[in-house]
């Protein structure tokens, strides 16, 4: 994941300086039901099983086409459930997740288009969502209208919008996934459309033209957050970049992003040639963070723990990012432990943080949870952290 983030951020990087940016690279395309599941029979005798399938294959040849790396849940007609589907498409590392199907409803009358997508607003208890997912909602929202307003562009089915669902394949998975109920087959309209192969190659189109135009705003889900401003300030001078285009301004961070970020604001020195670096049970020269972290340990900012750990994959407690911090800002002259008490109530004064946090909360860059609170064993979010090297930042400017 951690080696995803850096290879996202130099993605990034390119990105910028590339036209012909998409944001998916490998796209999880799932045929509805097959085998013994047929799905629903339409009007006209068609089986839903055989519709989605052929969609999902032409599909595949549009996404290759375009570039695109393309797996399929099933190729053939053979049952799979719900659970291994997902389970598939999370082995995959891949970007987006889309499944086809086409709708039926008792009235014959219903007909159009409409895209299911997980959305965090509107949870439903009984169908608890993976722990991604939950956090994806912006993404996979935009996926869903994306690929809707694509399809009925060029099929003229009747909209009947994007939809906040708690199926299956939407919640369980990790990375932005939708549904499409591409016509509907208990319509005779609609069921003539999906029974016409042409028809069905241009909707494999649409939803192919909707996966290359879904280009989400970067750190579209800090708008509106408290640390929004702190967090976009960081990024304009490129001190903290996000992962699948978002920052995750509720997520913890680990010993060594933090170092990471830390090292941004102000370059840790080199490591002196010949310099030993303690050899670490958890830390191999491969981690994506080896370089800064051996630094760090150069520098003092980071010591091991007993039984001869690192930890730089843990995430970081508040109490600790103080301590950390407050090496990084420390003025060799000052003594923090001299510092005035800082009024949290949940410091005690010889705690290990105690001289830390006081220092910082009365340099005026570190805040409590509420004015009296400091919450020492919390872990710091990204929010949090991006707000205190923030006022950094700004202090030094
Ligand atoms: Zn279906």
């Known amino acids: ?15 910028i300086i590339s036209p012909s940016f998409a944001y998916a690279i490998k796209i999880v395309v799932d045929a509805g039901h097959g085998g ?28 290759i086409n375009r570039g695109y790396e393309v797996v399929l849940s099933r190729e053939d007609d053979h049952y799979i459930s719900l659970k291994d589907r997902i389970d598939y498409t999370n082995q995959q590392n891949a970007d987006l997740f889309l499944s086809i199907h086409g709708n039926s409803y008792p009235n014959s009358q219903a007909k159009g288009t409409l895209v299911l997508y997980y959305d965090n ?30 399809f009925i562009n060029k099929l003229h089915t009747e909209n009947q919008d994007i939809v906040p669902s708690s199926v ?9 996934s939708i549904l499409i109920e591409t016509a509907f087959l208990s319509n005779a309209e609609d069921a003539a459309l999906l029974a016409d192969s042409d ?11 909707g996966i290359v135009a879904f280009r989400p705003a970067e750190f579209s889900d800090v708008y509106g957050h408290w640390a929004q401003a702190a967090i976009l300030r960081l990024k304009e001078q490129g001190i903290v ?9 509720e997520h913890s961070l680990s010993r060594a992003e933090l170092l990471t970020l830390l090292n941004r604001i102000h370059p840790f020195a080199e490591v002196a040639e010949g310099t030993i670096i303690t050899p670490f049970t958890d830390l191999s020269p491969q981690h994506w963070a080896y370089p800064t972290l051996a630094k760090a340990l150069a520098a003092g900012y980071i010591s091991g723990y007993e039984g001869g ?31 005035l008490n800082s009024g949290f109530l949940d410091v005690p004064e010889d705690a290990w943080y105690a001289p830390a946090a006081n220092h910082l909360k009365n340099l005026g860059i570190l805040q409590g ?10 872990t710091i979010t990204r929010a949090e952290i991006a707000a205190l090297l923030d006022r950094w930042t700004a202090k030094t400017r």
């Open 1 to 15: 994941m951690r080696k995803l983030l850096f290879v996202l951020s130099i993605w990034i990087c390119l990105v």
């Open 36 to 63: 013994s599941d047929p799905g629903a029979i339409g009007i006209n005798g068609l089986s839903e099983k055989n519709v989605t399938l052929d969609i999902a294959l032409k599909l595949k040849t549009e996404l």
């Open 121 to 150: 607003q509107h949870p439903q208890n009984s169908y608890p969502a993976s722990e991604q997912m939950t956090k994806l909602t912006p993404l996979s929202k935009l996926f869903a209208q994306q690929v809707l307003d694509s």
């Open 168 to 176: 299956y394949v939407v919640r369980k998975g990790t990375i932005p």
């Open 199 to 209: 028809t069905r190659t241009k909707m494999a189109e649409a939803i192919a033209d």
């Open 241 to 249: 970049t996000g992962n699948n285009h978002l920052y995750y301004p």
């Open 309 to 339: 750990t690192l930890k730089p994959d843990q995430a970081i407690s508040r109490a600790e990012a103080a301590v950390l911090f407050n090496r990084f800002v420390e003025e060799p002259q000052t003594k923090s432990s001299d510092n």
């Open 369 to 378: 949870k509420t004015p009296t609170l400091f919450e020492p064993s919390q």
